[in-house]
């Protein structure tokens, strides 16, 4: 999360990229002109050490040094942090926003966050401890305890008054949240329906009671999920007793959607998901997140193996049979992930749940067999007019038939299981499923092939 | 695109899906204190047709019956337009969203759209006919022409004053546009800035002039970039003389960024991209959706087929090398998709770009042998257990090695190219260029083979 958007930007990055050449430490004055997306663009490229990039942070100072800071990667916040004396690191630290501050401390050495956390001035440290107890992955991880609230009982003109203070240290004051003493969520009202009330109308009668919030052990996708469905700039998040404790904000929904899509793309090409940039992912640490898949796809794909090796006196008889082999289980495997990426993404979507699963079945069968017909009929004429083998044509195309037909049911009904069961349903659209798929249909391929040779 | 996000809305779909049960008709009250997205769930699931859902709009009246008609899926919209006489569908059209607007006017019956266009009061049809001429996918197809806009000489206090004139018909006033008499866009103000101004001060003097915007040409993409970047909630969208046009809001956004993903995910799983929800998409078009690539694919695997055949020879000698044609294909496609995901998402998210070309080079060369000595090691051994043939061992093991490499650099440089040339370098991370590595991977196994059985 970032402090509030607000539009007192300068110049984009890319038309000054001479300035990287330039000593950024020679015009700090320049640099502070510019927003903090840019500084810290620009730090990131001129490819300082972690001191050197510190020095010139404490230089710009106060909160465009604090944005500047929580707007770098998390490996260059988390190198910074690790490399100075913690005191020198203090100024930048108290000024992040609490939630990034959060995120920070719990991804650096712990002795580091423990020899800083008593060094923290009070109302900093609370915050960052009240933080700390939320679950990864639930909206009250995600929060910021920067909101703006007011008590009922003022008036529009009082409010706006006292907004006007409040503003300076609230992540957004475009909602203001109606709580009482105890922090019980009572209202919220918009600041532009704020703006056009009368000064004199008290806050009780503009508010909004029925307010949308989630719960701060609610997951991350209805958190996202609420949001974007009424296009709130922020959403509160209450606890079990509907007591206010945070906002999440629309910047937010926006990074969990891109973290959450980059690790549905992971997951489905079969890489475990790393957060870093592709080019900063150290070599060794790449090789093994992509070295163990592999290596657990090459032993499923043993299956497919050890199904060819046993038939392997058909094989012998006609060896042409393994000629097609490569197209029999291509085709499935298309077909079974095209199926289930459909149903993974409206899962995604929230278009379809598990309860669908009848309306989905009579879809996919319905579906595999036309597709099952159509390419087994193309695959007979293209056989038997390459092998001139009449028996061959049958056997792939018949085979085809069967497997699309398979593989189409497991892409689309798999992924529902698993929803059902409390799984990741992504879990379907990766190559594991396909390389199980693949030995199921060349195991179908020479049934298919033993019935028919027989017959 | 929606109206101004606001927080006035009541309790979510979930709670209330008994009312589903019930007549809607009978309690029209009731369903207009509701948020427009909850109102546009209902009806979409009562599963009423499109003249029954008109009446039931034109009964909550104004502008909530035109938000919730811009918020159903566009197939309902369309369905409604073109059912109903053109002048009961006034009513709803005019109180839509300009941009909102003009995405439903592109896509009914062009009869439809030429009946409705004349009707439409002028101030709206400018509006639409403005959007009109916008290419698809450019930041001037998707803004609106809703902003706030100011002259810079009045004061703050004049400011907030007009803004609340301005405010019912802004989809945004948390972001206001300073403008001269041409339109050219001199200055920004945010309205949390505006409030804590002194009301004397003139804008000139408090506004940001330094302001970031997107030409009407940008594609969606930069617009998106920038827009996030900076955490905006809107993004000003201007001429190349610097006329303001429109602005992009972050909700805009959130819903390209959706609709790229599915796209990317329809891609990669070789369907067609389409834009209806899965289970409202007829059976008989995405069967041609999914044929058509599922027949290329067939097609292209030939290719495999050919392969084989040509060395059928090698196969009679040995017919356990065909054992191993799944697994060296299954190895180097997965290999080839990883790196392929990986590229394609660093570019998206603007990791990397075509430049880059000599770092991935070194990088992926060097992984793709480090991947190919593990993973052929691990094959030997596992080929001279299951066969105790030795040489069959060094074939696999040594083939792995190759293709291994060759797929490592075909996918990481391949969308770099791709990029490069300005296709979409998503393509590659699709099935099909993953068919013609099998086919390029099976001949590396028949040259590794040929080569060994000969020495």
Chains 1, 2 share one sequence.
């Not at 663009?41 to 001191?51: I, R």
């Not at 305890?145 to 409010?159: C, K, N, P, Q, R």
Request: glycine share 6%; proline share 5%.
């Amino acid at each position: 999360m970032t402090c509030a958007p607000c539009p007192n930007a300068c110049t984009p990055a890319e038309s000054v990229t001479e300035a990287e050449a330039h000593p950024l430490m020679g015009d700090i004055e320049a640099l502070r002109q510019r927003h903090p997306s840019d500084i810290a663009d620009l730090l990131e490229q001129a490819g300082l050490d972690p001191n050197e990039l510190v020095d010139i942070l404490l230089k710009i100072g106060n909160s465009v040094a604090g944005e500047t800071f929580s707007r770098l990667s998390m490996e260059t916040q988390k190198a910074c942090l690790e490399a100075g004396p913690v005191k020198r690191m203090l100024q930048l630290v108290e000024h992040m926003e609490p939630d990034d501050r959060v995120d920070l401390l719990k991804k650096v050495d712990p002795e580091v966050s423990e020899g800083l956390m008593p060094l923290i001035a009070q109302a900093e440290r609370n915050a960052t401890q009240r933080l700390w107890k939320y679950e990864e992955g639930t909206a009250g991880a995600e929060m910021t305890t920067e909101y703006a609230f007011l008590s009922a009982d003022i008036t529009v003109g009082e409010a706006l008054a006292q907004l006007r203070l409040q503003a300076p240290n609230r992540e957004t004051i475009y909602y203001v949240y109606i709580t009482d003493a105890e922090r019980h969520l009572l209202g919220v009202i918009s600041l532009r329906h704020l703006i056009m009330s009368k000064p004199r109308q008290r806050l009780c009668e503009v508010m909004t009671t029925d307010v949308i919030s989630v719960f701060h052990d609610a997951s991350l996708d209805t958190t996202v999920q609420q949001l974007t469905k009424y296009d709130f700039i922020a959403l509160p998040v209450v606890d079990h007793q509907n007591r206010l404790l945070g906002i999440v904000t629309f910047d937010d929904a926006m990074d969990i959607v891109k973290a959450e899509n980059t690790e549905d793309f992971q997951r489905i090409s079969a890489v475990l998901p790393f957060e870093e940039e592709y080019l900063r992912r150290p070599l060794g640490r790449l090789f093994w997140s992509r070295f163990w898949w592999l290596a657990i796809l090459l032993f499923t794909s043993i299956l497919s193996t050890s199904v060819m090796a046993y038939h392997a006196d058909i094989l012998h008889q006609m060896v042409a049979l393994s000629f097609f082999i490569p197209m029999v289980i291509g085709a499935s495997g298309n077909a079974g992930t095209q199926s289930a990426t459909m149903v993974v993404r409206a899962l995604a979507l929230g278009e379809i749940r598990p309860r669908d699963f009848p309306r989905v079945f009579s879809r996919e069968l319905l579906m595999g067999l036309a597709l099952g017909l159509a390419l087994g009929g193309m695959a007979l004429l293209r056989v038997f007019w390459q092998e001139e083998n009449l028996l061959l044509g049958y056997i792939v195309g018949m085979a085809l038939v069967v497997t699309l037909l398979t593989a189409n049911l497991v892409g689309s009904l798999l992924p529902l299981l698993l929803k059902k069961l409390k799984f990741d349903p992504a879990l379907t659209a990766g190559p594991f499923i396909a390389t199980i798929i693949d030995a199921v249909g060349i195991a179908i391929y020479f049934q298919v092939a033993i019935w028919l040779m027989r017959g």
